[in-house]
T-cell receptor, first 107, second 119 residues
Framework: DAKTTQPPSMDCAEGRAANLPCNHSTISGNEYVYWYRQIHSQGPQYIIHGLKNNETNEMASLIITEDRKSSTLILPHATLRDTAVYYCIVTTYKLSFGAGTTVTVRA | DVKVTQSSRYLVKRTGEKVFLECVQDMDHENMFWYRQDPGLGLRLIYFSYDVKMKEKGDIPEGYSVSREKKERFSLILESTSTNQTSMYLC??????????????????FGDGTRLSIL
């Protein structure tokens, strides 16, 4: 599976949009981009995934560049409960979390 | 909503004991997975199953076995525990078609994990 690069941490103000970047320059044609998050002491929570088109669901939006070498997860209106570690993974099926981005939403 | 339930949140065992970790999902998913998560090493796949009585090794199967006798239940077995098996164990499930390549478009849904300590 392709490797991803994410910033180690970011802060966000409550009510504002949070944009989380991910680089995956070695992604192959059959690999999907997945986003999960994990709140301390809980299991990972699925957020969204996509292959090449932008995707939106009730939690977030996923923007994938045309060359598929990077993507951005957008949380449109961050709340305190969105504070978590966010993982970007590119894979065919096997999940492998790296360090992720620790997102802290501040009041 | 998908519900994946792991039998224990916390478990403490002694080296050499046999341990069963149970996982049940209520969404009629074909695929089930066992991972372990360790600081600095991230999430690693131990075993997965794409059908009843079927299993495939993941990246770190040594020291583990699995059992899937019913579609909704997937068990991880540690035959003789060692201290290096102290970890957070996570079970996941996903809907799928029959072919492995189709697994890629189906999100995995996780339980809350079992934190296993081997003394």
């Amino acid at each position: 599976d392709a490797k991803t690069t994410q910033p180690p941490s970011m802060d966000c103000a409550e009510g504002r949009a949070a944009n989380l970047p991910c680089n995956h320059s070695t992604i192959s044609g059959n690999e999907y981009v997945y986003w999960y998050r994990q709140i301390h002491s809980q299991g990972p929570q699925y957020i969204i995934h996509g292959l090449k088109n932008n995707e939106t669901n009730e939690m977030a939006s996923l923007i994938i560049t045309e060359d598929r070498k990077s993507s951005t997860l957008i949380l449109p209106h961050a709340t305190l409960r969105d504070t978590a570690v966010y993982y970007c993974i590119v894979t065919t099926y096997k999940l492998s979390f790296g360090a992720g981005t620790t997102v802290t939403v501040r009041a | 909503d998908v519900k994946v339930t792991q039998s224990s949140r916390y478990l403490v065992k002694r080296t050499g004991e046999k341990v069963f970790l149970e996982c049940v999902q209520d969404m009629d998913h074909e695929n089930m997975f066992w991972y372990r998560q360790d600081p600095g090493l991230g999430l690693r796949l131990i075993y997965f199953s794409y059908d009843v009585k079927m299993k495939e090794k993941g990246d770190i199967p040594e020291g583990y076995s699995v059992s899937r006798e019913k579609k909704e239940r997937f068990s991880l077995i540690l035959e003789s525990t060692s201290t290096n098996q102290t970890s957070m164990y996570l079970c996941a499930s996903s809907f799928s078609a029959l072919e492995q390549v189709s697994l890629s478009n189906q999100p995995q849904h996780f339980g809350d994990g079992t934190r296993l300590s081997i003394l």
